[in-house]
């Protein structure tokens, strides 16, 4: 039983062809939801990243619904670990299940790290992803973003040399 004031997670399965990943969702009612992709899996990367699991925390208890997963290899998602593309069918496959459960035909897509490669890459095939954000992005050139076509928020601390700031 969850009492008022407490937070709800929901385990959520994610089919992606043959095989099922792991993930966390949330409840609401506020539009857009909000798909939150972890770092890569090289990167250490899962959805009980602390900025994921927070940034699900923010995003939940302001009334947005929300999901966050492991990708394939990763915890107890099924499978093996891909590379790029691999990561961006996991992504997709996510997409799919959040829209569906939110009954939505848009969301937003937050991303942490090497994550960004997999957001931008997504936001690049779907039209469904309204606006993107990238906390503390690796492996993008700032050139990428100036192609971004929808909402951009880059979110980068003062000590992280990943990506210019004066170029942002």
């Avoid at 940034?55 to 999901?67: D, R």
């Avoid at 890459?121 to 700032?142: I, K, R, S, T």
Wanted: proline content about 5%; glycine content about 12%; aromatic content about 2%.
């Amino acid at each position: 039983m969850v009492q008022k004031g407490q937070f709800l997670e929901r385990p959520t399965l994610i089919p992606v062809g043959s095989e099922v990943m792991e993930g966390t969702a949330h409840r609401g009612t506020r539009r857009p939801p909000l798909l939150i992709l972890s770092p890569r899996p090289e990167e250490g990367g899962g959805m009980d990243h602390v900025i994921a699991a927070e940034l699900a925390w923010a995003a939940a208890t302001a009334g947005f619904p929300t999901l966050r997963f492991n990708y394939r290899g990763v915890g107890g998602s099924q499978g093996s670990r891909g590379g790029a593309e691999s990561l961006v069918q996991d992504a997709e496959a996510a997409m799919r299940v959040l829209l569906e459960n939110a009954q939505s035909t848009s969301l937003a897509v937050a991303s942490l790290h090497g994550g960004a490669r997999v957001a931008l890459a997504l936001q690049a095939l779907h039209p469904a992803v309204g606006g993107v954000c990238l906390v503390a992005p690796a492996d993008v050139e700032v050139v990428e973003l100036a192609r971004v076509d929808r909402s951009l928020l880059v979110v980068v601390g003062e000590e992280d040399k990943r990506l210019s700031r004066a170029a942002l």
